[in-house]
Each structure stands twice: as structure tokens, then as C-alpha cells.
């Protein structure tokens, strides 16, 4: 298996990966909307190049299988950069192989090379956490928490930019 960058052209692969994972996350219920993954796409690929980076992990084969999405970023108190786990899926046929840790192993290289201080990653599906704890803490990572949700199944129109 191999990591790399994505590439536009690897934009109907993303939008299949990216909605598959949506499937197992605790807000599977909200509606997806194409819109909104195009702009998201349209702010990954052309609007932020240098801060976000989609790195896609593939077999010998060429089969993509897993993504991390992720930033670099300030701090809110600082000029120092920290990295951001944003989204973050590897296929179920494919857990327990290198791949989970070979895009975490690119993900931690994209940041230093940005020059970030810190990588953040959590889980928020809910799904493997003890497996995704040990996968964590063999490759360095330190435990830091949890994460937290509630739903408040609310609904509100949400104002299209003009």
C-alpha cells in the first residue's frame, strides 16, 4: 500500500470514501448535500492548498481504500501552528492493515514539513476506539481525552451565500 497527495481527478473517489465513512459516524442522520461537498472540495483543492492537505492511501493495485483530511493551523493564542485531524476513514476490509497507519504516518510528516508544533487527531465515530487507542499510542501518540457529542436533532434553514 502506498499513501499520496489527492489530486482533483480523485474527486468522485473522495465524495464515494467521504460518504461511505458517513455511514458509521454518530451524525449519519444529517442529510448530505453535493453542494456543500463541492465547496468543500472547491476549499480543499483550490482555496487551501498549502494549510489542508487530502492524502488518499491505495493498494498495489491502485484500489483506494482509506483518507485523512487534515490542516495546519494557528492556535487560538498563538502564532505557533498546530495540525487538525478534519475526517479521517480507512474502508472495514482494509482495518488492521498498514493503511490506518500509513496515512497517519504521512499526516505527521505533511505537518512538520509546514512546520507544525503539535498533531491533534481524535475519533468521533464512536467505532473500534480500543483499537484506534493502541494504533494511536504504538505511533507516538499521547492520550489527551475524549470526544463528546449530543444531538439536538434541530433543523434550520441555512442561509445560501449570495
Known amino acids: 500500500m502506498k499513501v499520496r497527495v489527492a489530486e482533483r481527478s480523485d474527486r468522485d473517489a473522495l465524495i464515494a470514501?467521504?460518504?461511505?465513512?458517513?455511514?458509521?459516524?454518530?451524525?449519519?442522520?444529517?442529510?448530505?448535500s453535493m453542494e456543500r461537498i463541492e465547496q468543500t472540495l472547491h476549499g480543499l483543492f483550490e482555496l487551501n492548498p498549502g494549510s489542508h492537505v487530502v492524502l488518499l492511501v491505495q493498494t498495489d493495485a491502485g484500489e483506494l481504500v482509506g483518507l485523512l483530511i487534515g490542516c495546519v493551523e494557528r492556535y487560538f493564542y498563538s502564532d505557533a501552528l498546530q495540525a487538525q485531524l478534519i475526517?479521517?476513514?480507512?474502508?472495514?476490509?482494509?482495518?488492521?492493515?498498514?493503511?490506518?497507519?500509513?496515512?497517519?504516518?504521512?499526516?505527521v510528516a505533511w505537518a512538520r514539513t509546514r512546520g507544525a508544533n503539535d498533531v491533534f487527531m481524535g475519533i468521533s465515530s464512536g467505532l473500534n476506539v480500543h483499537l484506534t487507542h493502541r494504533l494511536m499510542r504504538r505511533l507516538g501518540f499521547s492520550y489527551l481525552g475524549g470526544n463528546y457529542g449530543v444531538q439536538l436533532n434541530a433543523s434550520r434553514e441555512v442561509p445560501h451565500a449570495a
Open 17 to 32: 470514501l467521504a460518504l461511505e465513512n458517513r455511514q458509521e459516524m454518530a451524525h449519519a442522520p444529517v442529510p448530505a
Open 87 to 107: 475526517q479521517w476513514y480507512v474502508k472495514k476490509a482494509y482495518r488492521g492493515t498498514s493503511a490506518a497507519p500509513r496515512l497517519v504516518k504521512a499526516f
